[in-house]
């Protein structure tokens, strides 16, 4: 392979005198150094596991400081005061979240019941009061399992297994409570016990994935050292406190008579802010990751997780919800949230029941008199009309389609057969939908040539209304399918002032992809929006445009964030610049780059949270610490490849080549199909000065993810650097034609074409790229 020239950083000019310089910037520095020897976490890292709203609320300030901190009490002494709530709470599916298994709580069938799988067979039976399944486990082969505890009432039952040194896993094959039949969560995926959707496996988890939002009080507690968990909660269900908050000071307060804030609570679930009671819901509503062991009781929702943008994939172009997201995210898109609508307005809080049936529960706002029945919401913009006709639903009564949840509120089957409803009150519109290839009310109703004909029908109701604004959804498509025009409309969308949070949240995430002095103001003036998940996505927007040292004056004040998800990210941004040092801002890094670590050290049971100390540990010098954090990751997930990979690098890079071989050999060995083993044996075999082979796994690991395109990308990369310019720029448009919006693969095909003689084909592509972002700072 030819010797590498160097490569400068993507916001500085090159000089060499071509037509690239004219128009363009170099290729990614970071892909080449990643193809030529850099350590693949540097490079290819993963996102973190642990790491909208309005400003923090003031019913979120905690108890006076002349109390005492609330403990958590036993919960059978609210019912002597709360009779009319607990008799709600009792039966609901927050009340039976998760029970000892039982004879009285076991709804499956184990009387030698007999499940074939696609990939494993397991048998239930009961010895006594005892549940038992005899399955495959870790290692493959059969053997019996007590089932100790049960998961969920309706519509599926699930079963957690104990499996020694206090792990519980959540058994895949679950108990279908309404066709009384057993089922697998993923089929026709062939699970077995070598897939990472086993049973058995960290994704399977039950301690730190599910037991959190099943109980009352829980924490993980789990031992690095020994690797064990020692898990504990207050009460098993989701109880009073596991939303109040511990109750200690509220019994002073009704024994002692003694005043103090919110009743002795340290959250007021009835303050006027909805946005109160909205983030205690979101902690288990929500698709988000943890940034420590459980949660403080009234801080603000990143203060203990990071929640989800809408990524394309968790969720629709529209944001109707794709994958599994619960109903946080579309619920803070819809007018619903932005009036001031809480949950507690359509859900009984204690009993999980809608409040009203049918759709009464709507026209509590949308109804003849435009008014909202219910105080708080703010009800500008109600229109007065009868929403429980033909004349609006245009569906006969009674029939499917004349219920206002039916069209506003389409969902999906998650874990086999549970029905979601998606919450960001969407409004049908089939004629987009089919441009946009989003899921649609209508469309999913009426298929075929059906569709067709409700299409048509569609713009004849809808040929008088007025012409709206650039909408979200139709500019993110543009966005994301790298199309004319796809710059312009991310700014305009970011230049709104009406946007909701997790939109605009979503689409600073975007702008990497085009780069301008216009993209850098607006992610730059968004780190100071008063919703913390924009803040959040703005730091990150601001640090793809600019190297660390030039991000310490817009990223330092971030470092004093009131909301620790905030912080953690600023810091981890500045921390490129913080050897050098940041001036006044040293001492905020310093504490706040130390929450970072201490969050990791929270979640030290999850491989992905050692790899990122490792990560931590080698950026900031502390090189003895990092192989430990590596292997400690695959001692809790020897499957979790990122962790091997980057172990198998280290090794290299410190001259232990014959370890590094061997231990990614033998990792391939076993695990063949894995892609990211193929991706970095053949980076490896680059660095050691194998062109030929190293081809051949780069190409293997394209051929088993064609999708992925950081894979196609460098093996592009890697042609052209060893002189196989034909097949470099046919992997660079196969790439384009697959991730259109990968700025990275135009500018770096536009070079291939011009190195390969080639100049027309650079300039169709360049002009292209005009039409997508003039203002990109490559063109300059």
Same mark, same amino acid.
């Given at each position: 392979?030819?010797?590498?020239?160097?490569?400068?950083?993507?916001?500085?000019?090159?000089?060499?005198?071509?037509?690239?310089?004219?128009?363009?910037?170099?290729?990614?520095?970071?892909?080449?150094?990643?193809?030529?020897?850099?350590?693949?976490?540097?490079?290819?890292?993963?996102?973190?596991?642990?790491?909208?709203?309005?400003?923090?609320?003031?019913?979120?300030?905690?108890?006076?400081?002349?109390?005492?901190?609330?403990?958590?009490?036993?919960?059978?002494?609210?019912?002597?005061?709360?009779?009319?709530?607990?008799?709600?709470?009792?039966?609901?599916?927050?009340?039976?979240?998760?029970?000892?298994?039982?004879?009285?709580?076991?709804?499956?069938?184990?009387?030698?019941?007999?499940?074939?799988?696609?990939?494993?067979?397991?048998?239930?039976?009961?010895?006594?009061?005892?549940?038992?399944?005899?399955?495959?486990?870790?290692?493959?082969?059969?053997?019996?399992?007590?089932?100790?505890?049960?998961?969920?009432?309706?519509?599926?039952?699930?079963?957690?297994?104990?499996?020694?040194?206090?792990?519980?896993?959540?058994?895949?094959?679950?108990?279908?409570?309404?066709?009384?039949?057993?089922?697998?969560?993923?089929?026709?995926?062939?699970?077995?016990?070598?897939?990472?959707?086993?049973?058995?496996?960290?994704?399977?988890?039950?301690?730190?994935?599910?037991?959190?939002?099943?109980?009352?009080?829980?924490?993980?507690?789990?031992?690095?050292?020994?690797?064990?968990?020692? =898990?504990?909660?207050?009460?098993? &269900? %989701?109880? !009073?406190?596991? *939303? #109040?908050? /511990?109750? @200690?000071?509220? +019994?002073?307060?009704?024994?002692?008579?003694?005043?103090?804030?919110?009743?002795?609570?340290?959250?007021?679930?009835?303050?006027?802010?909805?946005?109160?009671?909205?983030?205690?819901?979101?902690?288990?509503?929500?698709?988000?990751?943890?940034?420590?062991?459980?949660?403080?009781?009234?801080?603000?929702?990143?203060?203990?997780?990071?929640?989800?943008?809408?990524?394309?994939?968790?969720?629709?172009?529209?944001?109707?919800?794709?994958?599994?997201?619960?109903?946080?995210?579309?619920?803070?898109? =819809?007018?619903?949230?932005?009036? &001031? %609508?809480? !949950?507690?307005? *359509? #859900?009984? /809080?204690? @009993?999980?029941? +809608?409040?009203?049936?049918?759709?009464?529960?709507?026209?509590?706002?949308?109804?003849?008199?435009?008014?909202?029945?219910?105080?708080?919401?703010?009800?500008?913009?109600?229109?007065?009309?009868?929403?429980?006709?033909?004349?609006?639903?245009?569906?006969?009564?009674?029939?499917?389609?004349?219920?206002?949840?039916?069209?506003?509120?389409?969902?999906?089957?998650?874990?086999?057969?549970?029905?979601?409803?998606?919450?960001?009150?969407?409004?049908?519109?089939?004629?987009?939908?089919?441009?946009?290839?989003?899921?649609?009310?209508?469309?999913?109703?009426?298929?075929?040539?059906?569709?067709?004909?409700?299409?048509?029908?569609?713009?004849?109701?809808?040929?008088?209304?007025?012409?709206?604004?650039?909408?979200?959804?139709?500019?993110?498509?543009?966005?994301?399918?790298?199309?004319?025009?796809?710059?312009?409309?991310?700014?305009?969308?970011?230049?709104?002032?009406?946007?909701?949070?997790?939109?605009?949240?979503?689409?600073?995430?975007?702008?990497?992809?085009?780069?301008?002095?216009?993209?850098?103001?607006?992610?730059?003036?968004?780190?100071?929006?008063?919703?913390?998940?924009?803040?959040?996505?703005?730091?990150?927007?601001?640090?793809?445009?600019?190297?660390?040292?030039?991000?310490?004056?817009?990223?330092?004040?971030?470092?004093?964030?009131?909301?620790?998800?905030?912080?953690?990210?600023?810091?981890?941004?500045?921390?490129?610049?913080?050897?050098?040092?940041?001036?006044?801002?040293?001492?905020?890094?310093?504490?706040?780059?130390?929450?970072?670590?201490?969050?990791?050290?929270?979640?030290?049971?999850?491989?992905?949270?050692?790899?990122?100390?490792?990560?931590?540990?080698?950026?900031?010098?502390?090189?003895?610490?990092?192989?430990?954090?590596?292997?400690?990751?695959?001692?809790?997930?020897?499957?979790?490849?990122?962790?091997?990979?980057?172990?198998?690098?280290?090794?290299?890079?410190?001259?232990?080549?014959?370890?590094?071989?061997?231990?990614?050999?033998?990792?391939?060995?076993?695990?063949?199909?894995?892609?990211?083993?193929?991706?970095?044996?053949?980076?490896?075999?680059?660095?050691?000065?194998?062109?030929?082979?190293?081809?051949?796994?780069?190409?293997?690991?394209?051929?088993?993810?064609?999708?992925?395109?950081?894979?196609?990308?460098?093996?592009?990369?890697?042609?052209?650097?060893?002189?196989?310019?034909?097949?470099?720029?046919?992997?660079?448009?196969?790439?384009?034609?697959?991730?259109?919006?990968?700025?990275?693969?135009?500018?770096?095909?536009?070079?291939?074409?011009?190195?390969?003689?080639?100049?027309?084909?650079?300039?169709?592509?360049?002009?292209?790229?005009?039409?997508?972002?003039?203002?990109?700072?490559?063109?300059?």
């Amino acid at each position: 392979m030819p010797k590498t020239k160097t490569i400068k950083a993507a916001n500085q000019p090159d000089s060499r005198p071509t037509l690239m310089n004219r128009y363009l910037l170099p290729i990614s520095a970071a892909v080449l150094l990643l193809v030529l020897g850099g350590l693949w976490f540097y490079l290819n890292r993963p996102v973190p596991v642990p790491m909208v709203l309005t400003p923090p609320p003031a019913a979120i300030a905690s108890v006076s400081t002349k109390s005492a901190p609330a403990q958590m009490v036993d919960e059978q002494q609210c019912q002597g005061c709360h009779d009319a709530q607990v008799k709600d709470w009792q039966g609901s599916h927050h009340q039976l979240a998760m029970q000892v298994a039982e004879p009285q709580t076991v709804l499956a069938d184990f009387n030698n019941a007999a499940f074939k799988g696609e990939g494993e067979n397991s048998r239930f039976y009961r010895q006594g009061n005892e549940f038992w399944v005899n399955t495959p486990g870790a290692d493959g082969k059969p053997a019996d399992f007590k089932v100790a505890y049960t998961f969920g009432i309706a519509p599926l039952q699930q079963y957690l297994i104990e499996v020694g040194d206090g792990k519980l896993q959540a058994l895949g094959v679950a108990w279908d409570t309404e066709k009384q039949r057993w089922f697998h969560l993923y089929p026709g995926q062939g699970v077995n016990f070598k897939n990472p959707l086993h049973w058995s496996k960290p994704s399977q988890n039950a301690n730190f994935m599910c037991v959190e939002c099943h109980t009352t009080g829980y924490k993980r507690n789990f031992d690095a050292t020994a690797n064990t968990f020692n =898990s504990q909660w207050n009460s098993l &269900g %989701v109880g !009073c406190q596991a *939303c #109040h908050g /511990p109750a @200690s000071n509220h +019994l002073r307060v009704v024994t002692d008579n003694n005043p103090l804030p919110h009743s002795g609570f340290d959250v007021d679930l009835k303050s006027k802010d909805a946005t109160v009671e909205i983030e205690t819901c979101a902690r288990c509503h929500a698709r988000r990751a943890p940034l420590g062991d459980g949660f403080t009781v009234g801080k603000r929702l990143m203060d203990d997780y990071l929640p989800s943008v809408l990524t394309r994939e968790l969720y629709a172009l529209d944001g109707k919800i794709k994958d599994e997201v619960f109903e946080h995210g579309s619920f803070l898109q =819809s007018k619903m949230f932005d009036k &001031g %609508v809480r !949950c507690s307005n *359509c #859900h009984n /809080p204690h @009993s999980t029941e +809608l409040k009203t049936p049918g759709n009464g529960l709507c026209l509590q706002c949308h109804n003849t008199a435009g008014k909202s029945a219910i105080p708080g919401i703010d009800g500008k913009g109600l229109q007065a009309k009868n929403y429980d006709s033909i004349d609006h639903h245009r569906h006969a009564e009674g029939q499917p389609g004349s219920q206002c949840v039916d069209c506003h509120m389409p969902g999906k089957f998650y874990m086999g057969n549970d029905f979601r409803h998606d919450h960001s009150f969407s409004i049908p519109n089939p004629l987009r939908a089919k441009v946009l290839g989003t899921p649609d009310a209508c469309l999913t109703c009426h298929q075929g040539k059906a569709a067709d004909r409700i299409t048509e029908q569609f713009k004849l109701w809808s040929a008088h209304d007025a012409p709206q604004a650039a909408r979200y959804d139709d500019c993110l498509w543009l966005i994301r399918g790298g199309r004319p025009g796809a710059a312009q409309a991310l700014y305009e969308q970011l230049r709104r002032n009406n946007l909701p949070a997790v939109q605009r949240a979503t689409l600073l995430a975007e702008l990497a992809n085009y780069p301008s002095e216009s993209a850098l103001k607006l992610a730059s003036k968004d780190l100071d929006h008063p919703a913390p998940q924009v803040r959040e996505s703005a730091v990150r927007a601001v640090s793809a445009f600019l190297p660390p040292a030039e991000r310490i004056e817009l990223l330092g004040p971030l470092l004093s964030d009131e909301v620790r998800a905030v912080r953690i990210i600023a810091a981890r941004n500045l921390q490129g610049a913080a050897r050098a040092g940041l001036g006044a801002y040293q001492h905020g890094w310093d504490k706040a780059i130390g929450e970072y670590e201490s969050v990791q050290l929270s979640l030290a049971e999850r491989a992905e949270s050692n790899l990122n100390l490792a990560m931590l540990y080698q950026a900031s010098g502390r090189n003895a610490e990092v192989e430990p954090k590596l292997r400690a990751a695959l001692l809790r997930d020897p499957d979790f490849y990122p962790a091997l990979v980057t172990l198998a690098q280290w090794l290299e890079a410190s001259g232990r080549s014959s370890e590094a071989s061997t231990l990614l050999s033998g990792a391939i060995k076993a695990q063949p199909q894995a892609a990211l083993l193929q991706h970095s044996q053949g980076l490896a075999l680059i660095r050691a000065g194998q062109p030929e082979q190293a081809m051949k796994a780069l190409q293997q690991a394209v051929k088993l993810e064609p999708d992925n395109s950081q894979y196609r990308y460098v093996l592009a990369v890697a042609l052209h650097q060893n002189g196989q310019l034909d097949q470099a720029c046919a992997q660079m448009e196969e790439l384009l034609k697959r991730q259109p919006a990968f700025r990275d693969a135009r500018l770096a095909l536009i070079q291939f074409y011009l190195d390969s003689g080639q100049e027309p084909k650079a300039q169709v592509v360049l002009q292209a790229w005009k039409q997508i972002n003039p203002e990109d700072m490559a063109l300059k």
